[in-house]
């Protein structure tokens, strides 16, 4: 039987008297790989934010059976969620390294971080070539590698990715996928992606959700939401 890790009832959220989320119901399954699509302006990254409390919401959040609507972001982080945002947020002063030592800042268990950080080097590879290296003089391609590392260094249960190909060469964007699939299938980290790249989104996604001016629209398996003639016309471009 399924378990959901997180479950969103009834949500709304904006910026000051803007409201853009109205009314946003999702469940996503434990272990799986979520995406969340829709156009510039849907509400997507605005749903990431709400849920990690970085904007004000109403409605209910569950993560793993607990209300976490009511919690501070770091509260939230400390719980197993991570944030990727978009435009990565990397320290571009510090070293590589350094960012990676930042990311697991909530943990006690130093012996087990340091095996987490080779673990790092493990999926990105090119990371450890620069690990003294300036986070703000890496390529877009390895400040988002760095981006996500970070957040891995957590143990998150749940990471929240915001636009993980924005900018970058198809090249990478393949890597950075498939490093994705990995971390979700041998570390078990739940993943919930927004990505403009519907095609590859929902090649890599179990379960995918349609958004359009803050309100879901279709949610199915992302096997048929491919098949689904709307999407496919508006967002596969086929």
Do not use: C, W
């Not at 501070?72 to 070293?95: C, K, N, Q, W």
């Not at 919930?192 to 790249?197: D, K, R, T």
Request: neutral net charge; hydrophobic residues 40%; charged residues 25%.
């Amino acid at each position: 039987m399924s378990r959901m890790l997180l479950e969103v009832k009834d949500l709304f959220a904006g910026y000051g008297p803007t409201e853009v989320l109205h009314g946003l119901s999702m469940q996503i399954e434990e272990g799986s790989i979520t995406t969340l699509l829709g156009a510039n302006g849907a509400g997507k990254t605005t749903t990431l934010r709400a849920l990690s409390k970085m904007i004000k919401v109403r409605g209910q959040i569950l993560f793993d059976g607990q209300a976490i609507e009511g919690k501070a972001t770091e509260d939230i982080v400390r719980l197993g969620v991570a944030h990727v945002p978009d435009g990565r947020g990397t320290f571009g002063s510090l070293s590589t390294e350094e960012n990676l030592q930042l990311g697991s800042y909530t943990r006690k268990d130093k012996h087990e971080v340091a095996l987490d950080q080779e673990k790092m080097y493990t999926y990105f590879p090119r990371l450890k070539e620069r690990r003294n290296q300036q986070a703000g003089t890496l390529s877009g391609g390895e400040q988002q590698m760095l981006a996500i590392a970070r957040a891995l260094m957590l143990r998150p249960r749940l990471l929240l990715l915001d636009e993980p190909s924005f900018g970058l060469a198809p090249l990478i964007v393949r890597e950075i996928f498939d490093i994705m699939q990995t971390i979700n299938q041998t570390d078990k980290v739940t993943i919930l992606l927004v990505e403009q790249n519907a095609a590859m989104a929902l090649d890599l996604a179990n379960y995918a959700y349609l958004l359009e001016t803050g309100k879901l629209v279709l949610s199915g398996l992302s096997k048929d939401l491919k098949q689904d003639e709307a999407v496919r016309r508006s967002y596969l471009g086929h």
